[in-house]
């Protein structure tokens, strides 16, 4: 992977504290709001995270493949933007 590591662990790591938080709330009922509110800052979290693994993908491992002839890792990339288009 050759994504910035410690950013996306960064990022990761914020939304496990982020989840264990969510967690807490629902078991002490909180407002139905305040946990959506949290659970779209988690969604957020991961966002970036992904965005930052993609970004290093297509900077090196794309542009190798371009480079190469290799048409499998635009597939790939294909597949990924078909997910996030859902």
């Known amino acids: 992977m050759k994504a910035d590591k410690d950013k ?44 930052e693994v993609l970004k290093a993908h297509l900077e090196h491992c794309v542009v190798e493949a371009v480079e190469d002839n290799k048409s499998q890792k635009i597939e790939e990339v294909l597949g990924i933007i078909d997910k996030l288009t859902k």
């Open 8 to 51: 996306v662990g960064r990022y990761l790591k914020t939304a496990k504290g982020q989840i264990e938080g969510v967690l807490k709330m629902i078991e002490e009922d909180r407002y139905c709001m305040d946990v959506s509110n949290q659970l779209l800052a988690v969604e957020a979290l991961l966002k970036k995270a992904n965005r």
